[in-house]
């Protein structure tokens, strides 16, 4: 078994799970090593860029700040690696990169239905490389809210 020292993830010897608080207590030997959303946080891989555009970030950028971090908690319990790596703020608009593409996609469609508008999403952006075909793809996506 091994145990990431940040996040206390457990790998199984196929996949990184979420930490289970009795889980560690009872490993004997455990081995520690980051886990993938570790690794990708520390590097500062980006996967996913969301571009937000819309009144309602300048209006109530505490109201979206907070419905980011809700959707960041809600896929992190389906998958550790769900992590925002950075958020930009400026005016109208935001920039919010992530670890994962999922993540991101699921962020611009809360945004789209909580105040509507229009979402783009641009799949394996330039600059990508997938190194097999199980690889995860790079994804922009882009909220823009009706004027």
Not at 71 to 77: D, L, N, S, T, V
Not at 113 to 140: C, D, F, L, W
Request: proline share 5%; hydrophobic share 30%.
């Amino acid at each position: 078994m091994r145990i990431c020292p940040n996040c206390h993830a457990i790998h199984d010897g196929r996949k990184w799970s979420a930490p289970c608080p009795h889980s560690s207590n009872h490993l004997a030997n455990p081995e520690f090593l980051l886990c993938t959303g570790c690794k990708r946080m520390r590097d500062k891989i980006v996967f996913g860029t969301v571009y937000l555009e819309g009144e309602v970030i300048a209006s109530r950028p505490e109201e979206v700040m907070r419905m980011i971090r809700r959707e960041e908690r809600i896929e992190q319990a389906r998958n550790h690696c769900s992590r925002i790596l950075d958020i930009n703020s400026n005016g109208q608009k935001m920039k919010v990169q992530t670890v994962n593409s999922t993540l991101a996609i699921h962020i611009a469609k809360q945004l789209k239905k909580a105040y509507k508008g229009r979402m783009q999403i641009y799949r394996n952006t330039p600059g990508h490389r997938p190194r097999n075909k199980q690889s995860e793809g790079t994804v922009a996506v882009k909220w823009t809210q009706y004027p």
